[in-house]
């Protein structure tokens, strides 16, 4: 059966035709039902799918868009809107900013201040729950100006400041040198004391010119390349140069932190820029060229548009979804479909699942202020596998107001398939994995890491649990952080904190720092991968290292550290039959000390690698250790691509009959295989 959707006849509206659907269903499903949506805008406080909207196996129901069909919660606004600052704004401003900025009255459009939102903590590792009376969600309203998300305006336009020495470290739970604190001592800590930082003479005298700083912010890394994190600015003092904010940095502050100020009217002088009065809703916005025929969008709405609970058989094709302030699609569920869609202009995730045989394919996900795709699914008691599918998307310009651990695709759970998707522009991980037997293969993967430390393109770690994932045929290149200082570095694959068995083979990692960090663990492979080119900040090509905090390892916990291997542990029946003989070796693990013989890597197969014009080896142990049961051989380092068969021009071309010359046990890659597939 069809259904015709269409502002100008028909049903109305999405709505109209969700309603007419279940009307249907109630009367018993005889029959498929597609509901065809015509071209147009259509504007959504957020729609809900339940139980009662659900299709069967044998009669499903689709949402197909024909044509250009955007979904939103957002308001367009026409150029001809704006207008010129007055004097006293212009007084404001500086340089070209006087006659370049303009404004729009958002009271002309009914636009009420809680529909804005307040402007609330950003950053992985923010302390804002700790403080009474902290706006934590939703999101803020965004700028979006022909797709491209506006910055709100901020010192410096790019880039980062850089702190000098701390003058306070306030009441932190991992103070700089000091005991740290346990878990329940830090969540019963309530309004801890802020810090103060130096900064540096220039910017202390620009700070001079800003008018009202009752709502100025500060974001950045206090403490490490991998710990983001905001704050609003409680006083600078410009003669002292201190700056102290109100939330304490989790793990304290450092010297040459990076950071930056935003929300800063007097620094609204970029096209990349724009401002919100809150109080009296006007929207500053510095004029871009070719202003006269821009798409200007401002996301309101801070529900889903579209949510689905315990829905099943359900398809949407070809929708563009945009412009809300939260997650863009929240499912629960199973048969579940998204396919050649586009998400764009979000503030937290794409889609967040939790959900059995989902299937996201064929679609364009881009400037997400969160992560991609986030799924999780089947059961890790019995081990039964989800059936999810992440396949031939495009995603990227992810993670661009949380820049730390909101990767393009993350899965956990069981059993999912992550494959031929291209990702890239995201300042850290690509994907994100926990849980047992997902697959992840042929994706093609690049700058990513953009600003990180301690970090990689696919990541999972401190989980003995997590077994049984295969990471192979995936093409990652052109990955290296452009962060000023590094203490560890960027890499392609990263198994962390004791993770279980990976294996990683098969894959090219080109131009990337450095290819794997292996941090204690056991059960990993690392075989058949072929490592070209360096880069200008590499080290080594592959660091195999004993875990680094074995306290961490022993039930109970030592000196304040949390046993958050034990935890996880627990979380599964890891004693039981079908884990016993699907993991023989979590048991025989845990026998061992935690200091002398649990924190270094066992039975860790790392061999067939070839490393061409790129480092090293860094390895930290006695790897060949009878005891540690890993092998560890034919891994051929190469200086130079000359006589390799492996020339890129644009296009990676390599000769595997000349490769096998240099390493016969090497197998051939399915080169064309990698990367989005042309559906």
Request: glycine share 8%.
């Amino acid at each position: 059966m069809d259904l015709y959707v269409s502002k100008n006849s028909g049903i109305p509206d999405l709505q109209a035709a969700q309603n007419a659907v279940r009307e249907l269903i109630q009367k018993g499903l005889c029959e498929a039902i597609t509901v065809h949506v015509a071209e147009g805008e259509y504007y959504t406080e957020g729609l809900i799918f339940t139980k009662e909207d659900s299709g069967t196996p044998d009669y499903p129901i689709t949402y197909r868009a024909e044509g250009k069909v955007l979904i939103h919660g957002g308001l367009t606004l026409d150029p001809k809107s704006f207008e010129p600052l007055n004097d006293a704004e212009k007084q404001r401003m500086y340089g070209d900013a006087k006659e370049r900025v303009i404004k729009a009255d958002l009271k002309k459009f009914g636009i009420t201040r809680e529909m804005l939102g307040e402007i609330c903590a950003i950053g992985s590792y923010a302390t804002a729950a700790k403080y009474d009376g902290a706006v934590l969600k939703p999101f803020w309203c965004e700028l979006f100006v022909n797709d491209k998300r506006l910055e709100i305006a901020r010192y410096p336009n790019e880039g980062f400041l850089h702190t000098e020495e701390p003058v306070r470290e306030g009441q932190a739970k991992e103070p700089t040198g000091q005991i740290r604190l346990s878990d329940e001592e830090w969540s019963r800590l309530r309004n801890p004391i802020g810090d103060i930082r130096r900064i540096d003479p220039v910017t202390a005298e620009r700070t001079k010119r800003w008018k009202n700083t009752q709502d100025l912010w500060v974001f950045g890394y206090p403490k490490y390349g991998w710990a983001d994190a905001s704050s609003p600015v409680v006083a600078i003092d410009p003669e002292a140069r201190t700056l102290e904010t109100k939330y304490v940095s989790l793990y304290g502050i450092c010297e040459h932190a990076p950071y930056y100020f935003f929300n800063v009217l007097e620094e609204l002088d970029s096209e990349n820029e724009w401002y919100l009065d809150r109080e009296n809703r006007i929207l500053y916005l510095y004029r871009p060229e070719n202003f006269e025929s821009a798409e200007i969008c401002l996301s309101l709405s801070a529900n889903p548009l579209v949510t689905a609970e315990n829905a099943s058989f359900l398809r949407f094709e070809g929708f563009t979804f945009a412009s809300t302030r939260g997650n863009c699609i929240e499912l629960s569920g199973h048969d579940l479909c998204f396919d050649r869609c586009e998400i764009k202009n979000v503030g937290g995730w794409a889609i967040h699942a939790q959900a059995d045989n989902l299937t996201v394919q064929n679609s364009h996900i881009h400037h997400i202020g969160e992560g991609g795709i986030s799924v999780n699914g089947g059961d890790r008691n019995t081990l039964r596998e989800s059936g999810n599918l992440i396949t031939n998307n495009h995603i990227h310009h992810i993670a661009e107001i949380f820049r730390t651990y909101r990767p393009a695709v993350s899965v956990s759970g069981v059993g999912s398939v992550v494959s031929h998707n291209e990702i890239h522009d995201s300042a850290h991980m690509a994907i994100g994995f926990s849980g047992n037997e997902h697959t992840i293969e042929y994706n093609e993967i690049y700058h990513v890491c953009t600003i990180a430390d301690d970090s990689s393109s696919i990541y999972s770690g401190r989980d003995y649990t997590v077994c049984g994932n295969r990471i192979r045929y995936n093409y990652f290149h052109d990955i290296s952080s452009d962060a000023d200082t590094q203490h560890i570095g960027t890499f392609a694959m990263y198994c962390d904190d004791n993770l279980g068995g990976t294996a990683i083979y098969g894959n090219i990692m080109e131009r990337c720092q450095s290819a794997l960090l292996l941090h204690g663990g056991h059960d990993i492979v690392f075989k058949n991968n072929l490592i070209i080119d360096a880069t200008n900040r590499s080290v080594y090509g592959m660091m195999f290292h004993a875990y680094g905090y074995w306290e961490t390892l022993v039930e109970g916990g030592l000196h304040n550290i949390t046993d958050q291997h034990w935890i996880n542990l627990k979380r599964v029946p890891y004693q039981g039959e079908i884990w016993r003989k699907k993991y023989p070796h979590i048991l025989e693990y845990l026998t061992w000390d935690p200091e002398t013989e649990q924190r270094f890597p066992h039975y860790c197969v790392i061999e067939n690698n070839l490393f061409v014009n790129h480092k090293g080896f860094s390895v930290n142990f006695d790897a060949l250790d009878p005891r540690f049961k890993n092998i560890f051989r034919n891994n051929l380092e190469l200086p130079e691509k000359s006589h390799t068969g492996i020339a890129n021009d644009g296009i990676l071309s390599i000769d595997f009959a000349r490769l096998k010359e240099i390493l016969p046990e090497f197998e051939e890659l399915p080169l064309a295989k990698m990367g989005l597939q042309k559906s």
